[in-house]
Protein backbone atom coordinates (compact mmCIF):
# COMPACT_ATOMS: atom_id res chain seq x y z
CA UNK A 1 0.00 0.00 0.00
CA UNK A 2 1.63 3.62 -1.15
CA UNK A 3 2.04 6.13 1.67
CA UNK A 4 -1.10 8.48 -0.35
CA UNK A 5 -3.69 5.52 0.16
CA UNK A 6 -2.31 5.02 4.16
CA UNK A 7 -3.14 8.68 4.75
CA UNK A 8 -5.85 8.37 2.66
CA UNK A 9 -7.53 5.30 4.40
CA UNK A 10 -6.89 7.16 7.60
CA UNK A 11 -8.05 10.60 7.28
CA UNK A 12 -11.56 8.43 6.64
CA UNK A 13 -11.25 6.54 9.37
CA UNK A 14 -10.76 9.51 11.67
CA UNK A 15 -13.76 11.19 10.11
CA UNK A 16 -15.48 7.74 11.47
CA UNK A 17 -14.20 8.62 14.92
CA UNK A 18 -15.05 11.73 14.80
CA UNK A 19 -18.74 11.05 14.44
CA UNK A 20 -19.00 8.54 16.57
CA UNK A 21 -17.35 10.24 18.81
CA UNK A 22 -19.97 13.23 18.71
CA UNK A 23 -22.83 11.19 19.79
CA UNK A 24 -21.91 10.13 23.11
CA UNK A 25 -20.87 12.06 26.17
CA UNK A 26 -21.48 9.84 29.74
CA UNK A 27 -21.84 12.89 32.49
CA UNK A 28 -18.91 12.73 35.48
CA UNK A 29 -21.51 12.21 37.56
CA UNK A 30 -22.07 8.55 36.18
CA UNK A 31 -18.25 8.06 35.53
CA UNK A 32 -17.48 8.91 39.24
CA UNK A 33 -19.75 6.54 40.44
CA UNK A 34 -18.43 3.59 38.77
CA UNK A 35 -14.91 4.51 39.46
CA UNK A 36 -15.94 4.62 43.18
CA UNK A 37 -17.17 0.89 42.56
CA UNK A 38 -13.65 0.28 42.46
CA UNK A 39 -11.92 2.40 44.79
CA UNK A 40 -14.70 3.84 47.24
CA UNK A 41 -13.77 7.12 45.75
CA UNK A 42 -14.26 9.45 42.96
CA UNK A 43 -11.16 10.23 40.63
CA UNK A 44 -9.75 13.36 40.94
CA UNK A 45 -9.03 13.44 37.06
CA UNK A 46 -11.11 12.52 33.74
CA UNK A 47 -9.67 12.67 30.44
CA UNK A 48 -11.27 11.42 27.58
CA UNK A 49 -9.35 9.72 25.19
CA UNK A 50 -11.86 10.11 21.88
CA UNK A 51 -10.50 6.64 19.46
CA UNK A 52 -12.38 4.51 18.05
CA UNK A 53 -16.21 3.91 16.60
CA UNK A 54 -17.43 1.46 19.14
CA UNK A 55 -17.30 2.97 22.67
CA UNK A 56 -16.44 5.75 24.99
CA UNK A 57 -12.90 5.48 26.97
CA UNK A 58 -12.33 7.72 29.72
CA UNK A 59 -8.58 7.92 31.56
CA UNK A 60 -9.56 8.54 35.24
CA UNK A 61 -6.93 8.60 38.00
CA UNK A 62 -7.04 8.88 41.94
CA UNK A 63 -3.72 9.93 43.77
CA UNK A 64 -1.62 6.94 42.09
CA UNK A 65 -3.92 4.84 40.56
CA UNK A 66 -4.91 5.33 37.23
CA UNK A 67 -7.75 3.31 35.59
CA UNK A 68 -9.52 2.97 32.22
CA UNK A 69 -13.21 3.29 31.64
CA UNK A 70 -14.57 2.07 29.06
CA UNK A 71 -18.13 3.11 28.06
CA UNK A 72 -20.28 0.64 25.52
CA UNK A 73 -24.15 2.02 24.24
CA UNK A 74 -24.75 -0.93 22.22
CA UNK A 75 -28.61 -1.43 23.80
CA UNK A 76 -27.13 -4.83 25.02
CA UNK A 77 -24.78 -6.10 27.69
CA UNK A 78 -21.00 -5.73 26.32
CA UNK A 79 -17.35 -6.43 27.52
CA UNK A 80 -18.11 -9.54 28.69
CA UNK A 81 -16.55 -11.02 26.00
CA UNK A 82 -13.91 -8.83 26.31
CA UNK A 83 -13.18 -10.18 30.20
CA UNK A 84 -13.44 -13.67 29.13
CA UNK A 85 -10.58 -13.32 26.76
CA UNK A 86 -8.26 -11.28 28.84
CA UNK A 87 -8.48 -14.19 31.89
CA UNK A 88 -8.05 -17.07 29.00
CA UNK A 89 -5.56 -14.98 27.66
CA UNK A 90 -3.40 -13.83 30.75
CA UNK A 91 -3.81 -17.82 32.03
CA UNK A 92 -1.85 -18.24 28.82
CA UNK A 93 1.12 -15.65 29.47
CA UNK A 94 -0.50 -12.76 27.34
CA UNK A 95 0.43 -9.42 29.25
CA UNK A 96 -3.13 -7.72 29.49
CA UNK A 97 -4.80 -5.56 31.56
CA UNK A 98 -6.56 -6.47 35.26
CA UNK A 99 -10.01 -6.17 34.78
CA UNK A 100 -12.01 -4.91 37.60
CA UNK A 101 -15.19 -4.07 37.09
CA UNK A 102 -18.14 -5.16 34.54
CA UNK A 103 -21.57 -3.64 34.88
CA UNK A 104 -24.47 -2.85 32.82
CA UNK A 105 -26.68 0.04 33.79
CA UNK A 106 -29.71 1.72 32.54
CA UNK A 107 -28.82 5.23 31.43
CA UNK A 108 -30.97 7.17 29.66
CA UNK A 109 -33.56 4.38 29.10
CA UNK A 110 -30.64 2.05 27.47
CA UNK A 111 -29.01 -0.40 28.52
CA UNK A 112 -25.08 0.67 28.97
CA UNK A 113 -22.35 -1.39 29.67
CA UNK A 114 -19.11 -0.29 31.88
CA UNK A 115 -15.43 -1.81 31.84
CA UNK A 116 -13.24 -0.84 34.82
CA UNK A 117 -10.05 -2.09 34.09
CA UNK A 118 -5.75 -1.51 35.29
CA UNK A 119 -4.59 1.30 32.78
CA UNK A 120 -1.03 -0.09 31.28
CA UNK A 121 1.37 2.45 30.63
CA UNK A 122 3.25 2.24 27.07
CA UNK A 123 3.25 3.59 23.37
CA UNK A 124 0.63 1.90 20.75
CA UNK A 125 2.84 -0.08 18.26
CA UNK A 126 1.07 1.45 15.52
CA UNK A 127 2.19 5.02 16.83
CA UNK A 128 6.13 3.66 17.49
CA UNK A 129 6.41 2.44 14.07
CA UNK A 130 5.01 5.63 12.26
CA UNK A 131 7.05 8.04 14.41
CA UNK A 132 10.02 5.96 14.11
CA UNK A 133 10.13 4.47 10.86
CA UNK A 134 9.98 0.72 9.15
CA UNK A 135 13.45 -0.15 9.36
CA UNK A 136 14.41 1.12 13.07
CA UNK A 137 15.39 -1.46 15.27
CA UNK A 138 13.40 -0.70 18.48
CA UNK A 139 10.11 -0.92 16.05
CA UNK A 140 11.66 -4.76 14.75
CA UNK A 141 11.93 -5.13 18.31
CA UNK A 142 8.67 -4.52 19.16
CA UNK A 143 6.96 -6.08 16.18
CA UNK A 144 8.84 -9.67 17.26
CA UNK A 145 7.63 -9.55 21.11
CA UNK A 146 4.07 -8.71 19.15
CA UNK A 147 4.68 -12.23 17.51
CA UNK A 148 4.84 -14.17 20.51
CA UNK A 149 2.26 -12.63 22.19
CA UNK A 150 -0.30 -13.70 19.41
CA UNK A 151 1.31 -16.85 19.28
CA UNK A 152 0.24 -17.01 23.12
CA UNK A 153 -3.32 -15.78 22.30
CA UNK A 154 -3.56 -18.41 19.45
CA UNK A 155 -2.85 -21.03 21.78
CA UNK A 156 -6.28 -20.31 23.64
CA UNK A 157 -8.98 -22.96 22.98
CA UNK A 158 -12.52 -21.54 22.31
CA UNK A 159 -15.82 -23.03 20.97
CA UNK A 160 -17.42 -22.49 18.13
CA UNK A 161 -16.75 -19.69 15.53
CA UNK A 162 -17.66 -16.20 15.25
CA UNK A 163 -17.98 -13.15 17.43
CA UNK A 164 -17.32 -14.57 21.02
CA UNK A 165 -19.80 -14.66 23.71
CA UNK A 166 -18.77 -13.76 27.59
CA UNK A 167 -18.17 -17.75 28.44
CA UNK A 168 -16.26 -18.38 25.61
CA UNK A 169 -18.19 -19.43 23.00
CA UNK A 170 -19.62 -18.61 19.58
CA UNK A 171 -22.37 -19.12 17.61
CA UNK A 172 -21.60 -20.31 14.38
CA UNK A 173 -20.92 -23.93 13.09
CA UNK A 174 -17.73 -23.08 11.41
CA UNK A 175 -15.31 -20.23 10.14
CA UNK A 176 -16.83 -19.90 6.65
CA UNK A 177 -20.06 -18.63 8.10
CA UNK A 178 -18.36 -16.13 9.92
CA UNK A 179 -16.51 -14.89 6.65
CA UNK A 180 -20.09 -15.01 4.43
CA UNK A 181 -21.60 -13.03 7.74
CA UNK A 182 -19.08 -10.70 7.25
CA UNK A 183 -18.90 -9.96 3.53
CA UNK A 184 -22.24 -9.43 3.89
CA UNK A 185 -24.70 -8.87 1.12
CA UNK A 186 -22.77 -8.60 -2.44
CA UNK A 187 -24.06 -7.41 -5.33
CA UNK A 188 -24.35 -8.86 -8.42
CA UNK A 189 -22.60 -6.16 -10.55
CA UNK A 190 -18.62 -6.63 -9.15
CA UNK A 191 -15.19 -5.95 -10.77
CA UNK A 192 -13.85 -9.51 -12.68
CA UNK A 193 -11.18 -9.51 -10.06
CA UNK A 194 -13.92 -9.60 -7.27
CA UNK A 195 -15.47 -12.56 -9.17
CA UNK A 196 -12.77 -14.42 -9.35
CA UNK A 197 -11.69 -14.00 -5.80
CA UNK A 198 -15.48 -15.03 -4.58
CA UNK A 199 -15.01 -18.20 -6.99
CA UNK A 200 -11.33 -18.59 -5.08
CA UNK A 201 -13.66 -18.38 -1.61
CA UNK A 202 -16.29 -20.77 -2.31
CA UNK A 203 -14.43 -23.08 -4.53
CA UNK A 204 -11.66 -23.67 -1.17
CA UNK A 205 -14.03 -23.51 1.87
CA UNK A 206 -12.67 -26.72 3.20
CA UNK A 207 -9.31 -25.08 3.62
CA UNK A 208 -9.97 -22.87 6.25
CA UNK A 209 -9.65 -24.36 10.43
CA UNK A 210 -11.95 -26.57 11.88
CA UNK A 211 -10.24 -26.55 15.29
CA UNK A 212 -11.06 -22.33 16.72
CA UNK A 213 -8.86 -20.37 18.36
CA UNK A 214 -8.71 -17.20 20.29
CA UNK A 215 -8.79 -14.54 17.52
CA UNK A 216 -7.62 -10.68 18.87
CA UNK A 217 -9.04 -9.19 16.11
CA UNK A 218 -6.89 -5.81 16.39
CA UNK A 219 -2.85 -7.42 16.27
CA UNK A 220 -1.70 -3.94 17.15
CA UNK A 221 -1.62 -4.26 20.75
CA UNK A 222 -3.03 -6.54 23.54
CA UNK A 223 -5.15 -3.86 25.60
CA UNK A 224 -8.71 -3.57 23.30
CA UNK A 225 -10.44 -7.03 23.45
CA UNK A 226 -13.61 -6.53 22.36
CA UNK A 227 -13.43 -7.25 19.11
CA UNK A 228 -12.15 -10.99 20.04
CA UNK A 229 -13.60 -13.73 17.83
CA UNK A 230 -13.10 -17.19 18.24
CA UNK A 231 -11.51 -19.22 14.41
CA UNK A 232 -9.21 -19.42 12.14
CA UNK A 233 -5.69 -17.91 13.59
CA UNK A 234 -4.53 -17.24 9.88
CA UNK A 235 -7.33 -14.34 10.18
CA UNK A 236 -5.46 -12.48 12.32
CA UNK A 237 -2.93 -11.32 9.67
CA UNK A 238 -5.19 -10.25 7.14
CA UNK A 239 -5.40 -6.72 8.02
CA UNK A 240 -2.33 -6.28 8.60
CA UNK A 241 -0.97 -7.59 5.38
CA UNK A 242 -3.17 -5.61 3.82
CA UNK A 243 -2.92 -1.99 5.66
CA UNK A 244 -0.62 -2.25 8.36
CA UNK A 245 2.20 -3.32 6.67
CA UNK A 246 2.31 -0.13 5.11
CA UNK A 247 3.76 1.69 8.50
CA UNK A 248 4.18 -1.53 10.35
CA UNK A 249 6.38 -4.53 8.67
CA UNK A 250 4.84 -7.74 9.30
CA UNK A 251 7.90 -10.22 8.63
CA UNK A 252 9.47 -9.61 12.30
CA UNK A 253 5.80 -10.46 13.94
CA UNK A 254 5.80 -12.98 11.71
CA UNK A 255 9.07 -14.52 12.02
CA UNK A 256 9.31 -14.65 15.98
CA UNK A 257 5.75 -16.45 15.44
CA UNK A 258 7.03 -18.91 13.35
CA UNK A 259 9.89 -19.64 15.53
CA UNK A 260 7.09 -20.46 18.15
CA UNK A 261 6.48 -23.81 16.10
CA UNK A 262 2.43 -23.06 16.65
CA UNK A 263 1.75 -22.52 12.62
CA UNK A 264 0.02 -25.38 11.40
CA UNK A 265 1.10 -27.09 8.19
CA UNK A 266 -1.16 -25.00 5.78
CA UNK A 267 -0.58 -21.99 7.53
CA UNK A 268 0.98 -19.61 4.36
CA UNK A 269 -2.20 -20.93 2.09
CA UNK A 270 -4.92 -20.09 4.87
CA UNK A 271 -3.55 -16.94 5.35
CA UNK A 272 -3.30 -15.98 1.54
CA UNK A 273 -7.18 -17.04 1.46
CA UNK A 274 -7.98 -14.60 4.53
CA UNK A 275 -6.17 -12.13 2.56
CA UNK A 276 -8.14 -12.51 -0.52
CA UNK A 277 -11.30 -12.30 1.69
CA UNK A 278 -10.34 -9.10 3.53
CA UNK A 279 -9.29 -7.62 0.23
CA UNK A 280 -12.58 -8.74 -1.79
CA UNK A 281 -14.70 -7.25 1.59
CA UNK A 282 -13.24 -4.38 0.90
CA UNK A 283 -14.31 -3.04 -2.57
CA UNK A 284 -17.86 -5.15 -2.31
CA UNK A 285 -18.13 -2.64 1.09
CA UNK A 286 -17.15 0.64 -0.66
CA UNK A 287 -14.18 0.79 2.45
CA UNK A 288 -11.41 1.48 0.21
CA UNK A 289 -11.03 5.35 -0.82
CA UNK A 290 -12.16 6.42 -4.06
CA UNK A 291 -8.77 7.36 -5.84
CA UNK A 292 -7.44 3.99 -4.74
CA UNK A 293 -10.20 1.58 -5.62
CA UNK A 294 -8.02 0.37 -9.10
CA UNK A 295 -5.46 -0.64 -6.92
CA UNK A 296 -7.04 -2.56 -4.43
CA UNK A 297 -8.48 -4.42 -7.35
CA UNK A 298 -5.34 -5.27 -8.57
CA UNK A 299 -4.17 -6.23 -5.08
CA UNK A 300 -6.99 -8.34 -5.20
CA UNK A 301 -5.92 -9.86 -8.66
CA UNK A 302 -2.31 -10.18 -7.56
CA UNK A 303 -3.42 -12.33 -4.20
CA UNK A 304 -5.84 -14.83 -6.26
CA UNK A 305 -2.83 -15.51 -8.97
CA UNK A 306 -0.50 -16.28 -6.00
CA UNK A 307 -3.50 -18.61 -4.59
CA UNK A 308 -3.23 -20.11 -7.44
CA UNK A 309 0.31 -20.66 -8.76
Known amino acids: MSREELAAREEMWEGLVTTAQAVWETPRSILDSIFARVLG????????????????????????????????????????QERWAIAAARAAGVPAPDVLLVTHERVDREITSFAVEQFVPGVPLGTLARSRGRVDAHVATALSHAGEVLAAIHSVRTRGFGVLNGDGTAPLVDWPSYLDERMGPV??????????????????????????????????????????????VSYDLAQWDVIHDAYAPVAPLFESYSATGKLPGDFDKRRLYSE?????????????PSAFVGDSRSHLAAAVAQFAG
Open 41 to 80: TAPNSVVRISAGTSNETYFCSSGKTRLVVRVGRHGRPHFE
Open 187 to 232: AARQPEEVKRALAVLEEHRGLVATEPRLLHGRIAGVVDWEVVKSGD
Open 276 to 288: IHYRAREIIQGAV
